[in-house]
């Protein structure tokens, strides 16, 4: 069963269609996701292995290329993977990757378990924009005076923008503690764009004031 929830973060209102069952009951995914996820059991009829490093991982191309622009064009156009049916995936945990996998097989994530910034990075990687929306609503209360300025960068440079939304405003909100951070000088000098949507910020919480 899905709902919609709506976000609102300041000005901004996005509409996220969010599965409510992305960490999933006991007693597991039912009806289609189930049918799915047993699929991904059935080893011996996945036709394309995922390398990372020395962990090999097996899938099967239909589901990936359902699932992910990025694995569509890579099976259906003349690239290497389409004739080898070998994925290299770089810069990315085993861990984290095998819960990627999961959400494509099944629409759900039954346990982040602290990982979701690197499944948020796969996520954007391979272009499953539903998975990218679930890890930036689970990294929301997670962001803090003492990672804020890491959290702008990291969802400026995926395109995470409601996760870039609600660092803005914990930014703003505790603005004379973020300056006075370590990272504050770096942060200016490197990211003035940043620093300007900061600045945008604080103008629109005036106004609301």
Same mark, same amino acid.
């Given at each position: 069963?899905?709902?919609?929830?709506?976000?609102?973060?300041?000005?901004?209102?996005?509409? *996220?269609?969010?599965? %409510?069952?992305?960490? &999933?009951?006991? &007693?597991?995914?039912?009806? $289609?996701?189930?049918?799915?996820?047993?699929?991904? *059991?059935? /080893?011996?009829?996945?036709?394309?292995?995922?390398?990372?490093?020395?962990?090999?991982?097996?899938?099967?191309?239909?589901? #990936? &290329?359902?699932?992910? $622009?990025? @694995?569509?064009?890579?099976? %259906?156009?003349? @690239?290497?993977? *389409?004739?080898?049916?070998?994925?290299?995936?770089?810069?990315?945990? $085993?861990?984290?990757?095998?819960?990627?996998?999961?959400?494509?097989?099944?629409?759900?994530?039954?346990?982040?378990?602290?990982?979701?910034?690197?499944?948020?990075?796969?996520?954007?990687?391979?272009?499953?924009?539903? #998975?990218?929306?679930? &890890? /930036?609503?689970?990294?929301?209360?997670?962001?803090? %005076?003492?990672? +804020?300025?890491? %959290?702008?960068?990291?969802?400026?440079?995926?395109?995470?923008? #409601?996760?870039?939304?609600?660092?803005?405003? +914990?930014?703003?909100?505790?603005?004379? +503690?973020?300056? *006075?951070?370590?990272?504050?000088?770096? @942060?200016?000098?490197?990211?003035?764009?940043?620093?300007?949507?900061?600045?945008?910020?604080?103008?629109?919480?005036?106004?609301?004031?």
């Amino acid at each position: 069963m899905c709902a919609s929830h709506l976000v609102q973060l300041n000005e901004m209102t996005l509409l *996220a269609r969010v599965s %409510t069952h992305y960490r &999933c009951a006991p &007693c597991g995914p039912c009806g $289609p996701c189930a049918d799915w996820s047993r699929l991904r *059991a059935m /080893q011996e009829l996945a036709e394309v292995t995922l390398l990372l490093g020395d962990v090999a991982i097996p899938a099967h191309k239909l589901v #990936l &290329c359902a699932r992910s $622009p990025v @694995f569509r064009s890579m099976f %259906t156009l003349n @690239f290497k993977e *389409a004739k080898e049916m070998v994925v290299h995936v770089k810069d990315a945990r $085993p861990e984290a990757f095998d819960k990627f996998l999961e959400y494509l097989y099944s629409g759900q994530v039954q346990d982040f378990e602290q990982m979701e910034l690197q499944i948020l990075l796969i996520a954007d990687r391979y272009q499953v924009e539903d #998975l990218k929306i679930l &890890c /930036q609503i689970e990294m929301f209360d997670k962001v803090n %005076t003492s990672n +804020v300025l890491e %959290t702008l960068v990291l969802a400026d440079k995926v395109n995470a923008q #409601l996760l870039k939304k609600n660092a803005l405003s +914990v930014a703003v909100d505790n603005i004379g +503690v973020v300056m *006075a951070s370590p990272s504050w000088k770096d @942060f200016h000098r490197e990211h003035n764009g940043l620093v300007d949507d900061m600045l945008k910020e604080a103008s629109l919480k005036k106004v609301e004031e």
